[in-house]
């Protein structure tokens, strides 16, 4: 797997499972990270679908650097 990918999917992880209820606190330590933007905009994606978009959202950052 994708380094990114799999760093992108561990971000996202996180924030659903380890910070809940302590979501700012996630935006706090990783609104620097390079990859912030790409798991922001995968909160609009479920759970289910993540597996696909997730990639398709990191080739669209990329396009966009």
Not at 22 to 45: G, M
Request: net charge positive; no cysteine; hydrophobic share 30%.
């Amino acid at each position: 797997m994708d380094k990114r990918l799999k760093t992108a999917l561990r971000l996202r992880f996180e924030y659903y499972n380890l910070y809940e209820k302590k979501e700012e606190k996630w935006h706090e330590k990783y609104n620097q990270h390079n990859l912030y933007s790409v798991v922001v905009k995968s909160f609009d994606y479920d759970f289910k679908e993540i597996g696909e978009m997730m990639p398709k959202l990191l080739k669209q950052n990329e396009k966009n650097l």
